[in-house]
């Protein structure tokens, strides 16, 4: 599987984007789509997941109402619409995948869990 994010920009706080994220390959039931970000100098911070089968979501408790991840299991994507952006949500994007099965005891939302990432995409909210 190899993935490509899409979709940041500049946006001002208050504002709206959405990040796309497609997946080439074949894609399981079991796998779990995520998003994180990162800032110089900081870990990769999870963002929100997606199950591929199912579509049972959990988001990180600093985006969760603004957020909502989603996926299309016919176009093999994953977005991540962003809403009430504001400054501190600034940061690189990531997608990242992973096949679950058999693997329960990760988490899905440690970013060392993920083994295929996309390239990152710059999301940078003004104040």
């Known amino acids: 599987v190899q993935l490509q994010a899409s979709g940041g920009g500049l946006v001002q706080a208050g504002g709206s984007l959405r990040l796309s994220c497609a997946a080439s390959?074949?894609?399981?039931?079991?796998?779990?789509m995520g998003w994180f970000r990162q800032v110089p100098g900081k870990e990769r911070e999870f963002v929100a997941r997606i199950r591929w089968s199912g579509g049972s979501t959990y988001y990180a408790d600093s985006v969760k109402d603004r957020f909502t991840i989603s996926r299309d299991n016919a176009k093999n994507m994953v977005y991540l619409q962003m809403n009430s952006l504001k400054p501190e949500d600034t940061a690189v994007y990531y997608c990242?995948?992973?096949?679950?099965?058999?693997?329960?005891?990760?988490?899905?939302?440690?970013?060392?869990?993920?083994?295929?990432w996309g390239q990152g995409t710059q999301v940078t909210v003004s104040s």
């Open positions: 390959g074949s894609i399981f039931s079991t796998y779990v």
């Open positions: 990242a995948a992973k096949d679950w099965n058999g693997r329960s005891a990760l988490s899905s939302t440690v970013a060392t869990s993920y083994d295929t």
